[in-house]
């Protein structure tokens, strides 16, 4: 019996799809994303001990998990009519923060358009918005750029 390998994915034949709580469907589909990081610092105690019941003392060390730390995303896209991405901000950076945290779902699917991985982003919100240098004389497209803050990242697929 042959055990099957799971597929290597790379990053070449994927995209991801940006869906906000609340929409009816896709709000955005982006072709890069950066910085999907959760980290988990580690915190040291520190304890004397008494050696062997005599007057001898022993410094022991132990490491313990501490809280999880989640990075923040930057999602780039071609720019497109749609000013979702924008709206969004936009809320932020207006004061209405409070109901703009979103539940994202990142959906990554391959080039025959399956679901290969899905994401879910809690308490989400943009926290940068940026386009790239616009010159008349490029023939390059428009890069929409949106950086996410979140508080936790939860791989369902």
Sequence with gaps: MTKELPEILTASRFYLELSLDGSDGS????????????TQAPIEICEVTNVGGGSGQQVV??????NVKSGNITLRHGMTSSKALWDWFKSIQDGRWGKQRKLI??????????EVAKFQLKNAWPSSYKLTD??????EIEIEELEVAFEQFIREK
């Design 61 to 66: 060390r132990t490491k313990l998990p501490g």
């Design 134 to 139: 616009v010159n008349a004389k490029s023939t």
């Design 27 to 38: 709000d955005c589909y982006f072709l890069e994303c950066r910085g999907f990081q959760q």
């Design 105 to 114: 779902s990142l959906t990554i699917y391959n080039q025959a358009s399956r």
